[in-house]
Nanobody, 118 residues
């Protein structure tokens, strides 16, 4: 059974940093795209970042470009999201996911809360 467990969320002041981790188990995800999404209260879930199977290609939402960095460690079956220069509007529940480049995300974690205070 596949499990994705996010960690690293928390409460931080604007301008601060957090590093989210996603640990996957139940199968190997080295052949899958990895991604991060977020959902703020009252809003729909939105794309944040994704990374190709080998880590060479990364994509970001315009709202986080230049501040967030996605990475992965296939040996550990993990994906990370380094978040710098955090803003109150980054406050959301952050989810990690794995899927295929054109088939969408298939596996999802339960989320980790990130709260940024002004």
């Amino acid at each position: 059974q596949v499990h994705l467990v996010e960690s690293g969320g928390g409460l931080v002041q604007a301008g601060g940093s957090l590093r989210l981790s996603c640990a996957a188990s139940g199968r190997t995800f080295s052949n899958y795209f990895g991604g991060w999404f977020r959902q703020a209260p009252g809003k729909e879930r939105e794309f944040v970042a994704r990374i190709s199977e080998n880590g060479l290609r990364t994509y970001y939402a315009d709202s986080v470009k230049g501040r967030f960095t996605i990475s992965r460690d296939n040996a550990k079956n993990m994906v990370f999201l380094q978040m710098n220069s955090l803003k109150p509007e980054d406050t959301a529940l952050y989810y990690c996911a794995f899927g295929t480049e054109y088939g969408g995300m298939k596996y999802w974690g339960q989320g980790t809360q990130v709260t940024v205070t002004s």
